[in-house]
C-alpha cells in the first residue's frame, strides 16, 4: 500500500468514527452506502462497532451488524464490542451482540481489571447479575 492511500484510509477511518460517535445514523447510513468498510479501525484499533457499543448506540449497532461489521474483533486489551458494551453498562447493546452471535468465550488480553475475563464474567464482577445471566443462557462462559 503507497503512503497516499493509507492517509486515506487513515483519515476516512477517522471521520467513519466520528459519525459513529456522535451516533449519526444518517452519515453513517450514507457512508455505508458509498462502500464504507465496516471493519476500519480507528487509531485504539476500534472499529465503528466497537465505538457503537462502548457509546451504547443501538441504532447504529443494530445498522453495522446488518451491513456485515465483524462481531468478534479485539482491539487494544483484547476488548470485543461486546465485552465494550458490558464494561459501560449498555445491557441492551451487549443482548443485541449476543442475539447476532457474538463470541462469548473471548477473553480480555491486559486490560487491568478484565485480562482472562470473558463478558459474562465482567457482567458479573461489575453487578450486572442480569446480563450476566443473558449470556450464560446464551451458551457464555
Known sequence: MNVHRAAEEVTSAEGWHQATSAGNFEMLTRRLAGGQRTDARDGYGQTALMVAARLGHCAAVELLITHG?????????????LMLAVINRHASVARQLVAAGADLSIRGTGAPGFAGKTARAIAEDSGQPDLAAAIAAAGGP
Open 69 to 81: 461489521a465483524s462481531l468478534d474483533m479485539t482491539a487494544k486489551y483484547g476488548l470485543s464490542a
